[in-house]
C-alpha cells in the first residue's frame, strides 16, 4: 500500500511519497516493477516503510521504483548532497 498519491510537478505522471526507514520522504512510481529496488515494510504509525534492497537480496514482495529515476525531470528535484 502506497501513501499519499497525487501527481508528479515535473512529469505529471501518478506517484506516490513513502517514508524511509531513515524517516525521509522518498517519491515512488505507482506501479509495482520487478526492477524496482524497493519494497514496503514494517509500519511507521500506520504507513509502511521503504526498505532498498540491497545488492542480491532476494524478496517476493511487490517491487517499486523510485520516481526519480523514471521521471524525465527528475534532477530538478533531488536534493544535492554536501561535498
Do not use: K, N, S
Amino acid at each position: 500500500m502506497l501513501v499519499a498519491e497525487r501527481e508528479c510537478r515535473g512529469c505529471g505522471a501518478e506517484i506516490a511519497f513513502a517514508r524511509t526507514e531513515r524517516g525521509h520522504w522518498i517519491p515512488l512510481d505507482v506501479a509495482p516493477d520487478p526492477e524496482g529496488t524497493i519494497v514496503l515494510r514494517g509500519q511507521h504509525g500506520l504507513d509502511p516503510l521503504a526498505h532498498v534492497l540491497r545488492a542480491g537480496e532476494e524478496t517476493t514482495e511487490p517491487r517499486y521504483r523510485t520516481h526519480y529515476a523514471t521521471c524525465p525531470a527528475g534532477e530538478r528535484f533531488r536534493r544535492r548532497r554536501a561535498a
